[in-house]
């Protein structure tokens, strides 16, 4: 049980050590930007609250979504995962909303 919790307290603090200095408009510039670790980040900040952002489900399916659709090579089933677990936190119709939003947002950055 001690080992869990020490995983746990060390996830914590890369987690935290990750967004050291970062601010939420800094991950968004960077997100439009077309950059794959700023999108990454700035689902993950949606999803958990990080940088004291509020939890938003919906606005993590729509970078989860731009993530997919970016064509990224370092794209890999974790990206997947986490689609479906932000995506498939939301009601349906918010689902098809989340995703259509991010389909034109990934349509817009990557002209695709």
């Keep these: 049980m001690k080992r869990i919790q ?6 914590i603090g890369l987690v935290s050590s990750v967004f050291a200095g970062t601010e939420l ?3 968004e510039k960077k ?3 077309r950059d794959y670790q700023a999108q990454r980040n700035l689902a993950y900040v949606h999803q958990t609250g990080e940088l004291d952002a ?7 399916c729509v970078w989860r979504t731009v993530i997919i659709h970016s ?12 689609f479906d677990r932000a995506c498939g936190s ?3 119709s918010q689902r098809v909303a989340a995703v ?10 990557y002209r695709r």
């Design 6 to 11: 020490l995983i746990a307290f060390l996830s």
């Design 25 to 27: 408009a800094d991950l």
């Design 31 to 33: 997100a439009m930007q």
């Design 54 to 60: 509020p939890v938003d489900l919906f606005k993590a």
């Design 71 to 82: 064509g990224h090579e370092e794209i890999d089933r974790s990206d997947a995962s986490n």
């Design 90 to 92: 939301l009601t349906a």
């Design 100 to 109: 259509a939003k991010g389909e034109a947002l990934a349509q817009k950055l």
